[in-house]
């Protein structure tokens, strides 16, 4: 399969990629930069730079068709953050993939009530941040319903790896109380980098969501 990561040498990307790549698809890697992945592997060697402004090829109208000038059969958008970029991005692809990744948060459903959070819960989505990306998830939710692109939307939580501080249960970065954690004082819910593309790669063969 044909897959274009959209920000793939970020926190995801790094591990995401190279197990694509792995899996046996030709990857292409789209970013603003030529920044280097966290972490290295022989498989970045397989895989097309493309190298392209999101923010200025949207400003223009033309990101989602410049995606399109790499024939994919799927994209995983891990860069999304407004309803408007997208849209951008499903007018364009829509009629010529067979699936959008969508890399969504936690923080759409706000603080829970009850747990563990189902996704038939009751929504309410925490911060700028939240309520932006819960806006993006009603539109693309609406446009698979409605027959269009078909789109998988998943919920990281806080990510952290090596060489990154975590942030704490209190919201900070004060690492002291991990400490107390692995003494068993405290617990905490995160979400490695490495273990976020697991998500990703599961879901690359999803029909139905």
């Known amino acids: 399969m044909r897959v274009i990561v959209i920000g793939g040498t970020g926190h995801i990307g790094t591990y995401l990629i190279p197990r694509l790549v792995e899996a046996g698809h030709v990857v292409t890697n789209v970013s603003r930069s030529q920044r280097q992945p966290y972490t290295s592997s022989a498989a970045w060697r397989k895989v097309a730079q493309f190298t392209l402004d999101r923010d200025a090829e949207e400003s223009t109208g033309q990101f989602g068709k410049r995606l399109l000038e790499a024939n994919p059969d799927a994209v995983i958008d891990l860069t999304c953050y407004t309803v408007e970029s997208a849209r951008q991005l499903v007018e364009a692809l829509r009629g010529h993939v067979s699936h959008l990744l969508h890399c969504g948060t936690i923080w759409v459903h706000g603080v829970s009530v009850e747990v563990p959070t189902t996704e038939e819960q009751a929504r309410h ?20 319903r409605r027959g269009g692109v078909p789109v998988t939307i998943l919920h990281p939580g806080h990510l952290v790896g090596r060489g990154w501080a975590p942030l704490n249960p209190l919201g900070n970065f004060n690492t002291s109380v991990f400490v107390e954690l692995a003494q068993g004082k405290k617990s905490v819910c995160r979400i490695w980098e490495e273990n976020a593309y697991t998500m990703f790669t599961r879901t690359m063969s999803a029909k139905h969501l």
């Not at 911060?127 to 446009?143: D, F, H, V």
């Open 125 to 144: 989505p925490f911060g700028e941040y939240g309520c932006r990306k819960a806006a993006i998830e009603e539109y693309l939710l609406t446009e698979t």
